[in-house]
């Protein structure tokens, strides 16, 4: 508990925390309340009743973050699909722990003698995700050199 209250003393541990947990709840109470509906605004009229604009809207005609192609409004889209992305990445998260802790318990119990060969070889892995990170980005870059 003492750790708890150290903690909540950090500004931007509150900041997270708060954006995450309010992000959560909006996403929930938009699924439960609201049954996952999108709001939707395809034209606008005018006084006249005709047609002066279609979708995409800018964040200026339909506030806070616009339309998409179909017209469906992106803030409802961002609250509805948060409680997939933040849902998954805690899977992901422990999942790694869960993992990391497995093997780790069994290269530090069982296999210690080979502790230098194996570590040589994970390290590698340190710079994997760095490496296809910098592939995806650079691939448009650098393909047409290669031509």
Same mark, same amino acid.
């Given at each position: 508990?003492?750790?708890?209250?150290?903690?909540?003393?950090?500004?931007?541990?509150?900041?997270?925390?708060?954006?995450?947990?309010?992000?959560?709840?909006?996403?929930?109470?938009?699924?439960? !309340?609201?049954?996952?509906?999108?709001? /939707?605004?395809?034209?606008?009229?005018?006084?006249?009743?005709?047609?002066?604009?279609?979708?995409?809207?800018?964040?200026?005609? /339909?506030?806070?973050?616009?339309?998409?192609?179909?017209?469906?409004?992106?803030?409802?889209?961002?609250?509805?699909? $948060?409680?997939?992305?933040?849902?998954?990445?805690? /899977?992901?998260? $422990?999942?790694?722990?869960?993992?990391?802790? !497995?093997?780790?318990?069994?290269?530090?119990?069982?296999?210690?003698?080979?502790?230098?060969?194996?570590?040589?070889?994970?390290?590698?892995?340190?710079?994997?995700?760095?490496?296809?990170?910098?592939? /995806?980005?650079?691939?448009?870059?650098?393909?047409?050199?290669?031509?």
């Amino acid at each position: 508990m003492h750790g708890l209250k150290e903690l909540c003393k950090h500004r931007l541990f509150l900041t997270g925390f708060i954006f995450l947990f309010l992000l959560i709840s909006f996403s929930l109470i938009q699924a439960i !309340f609201f049954h996952d509906k999108i709001p /939707v605004t395809k034209l606008f009229y005018d006084n006249k009743g005709e047609i002066t604009a279609s979708g995409p809207f800018s964040p200026i005609d /339909v506030p806070p973050f616009g339309t998409d192609p179909i017209g469906r409004h992106i803030f409802f889209l961002l609250i509805q699909g $948060a409680k997939y992305t933040i849902g998954i990445a805690v /899977v992901v998260a $422990a999942m790694r722990i869960m993992i990391s802790s !497995f093997v780790g318990l069994i290269f530090g119990g069982y296999l210690s003698k080979w502790s230098k060969y194996i570590s040589g070889l994970l390290n590698g892995f340190y710079y994997i995700p760095v490496a296809l990170i910098c592939y /995806v980005l650079l691939y448009d870059v650098v393909y047409p050199i290669w031509r």
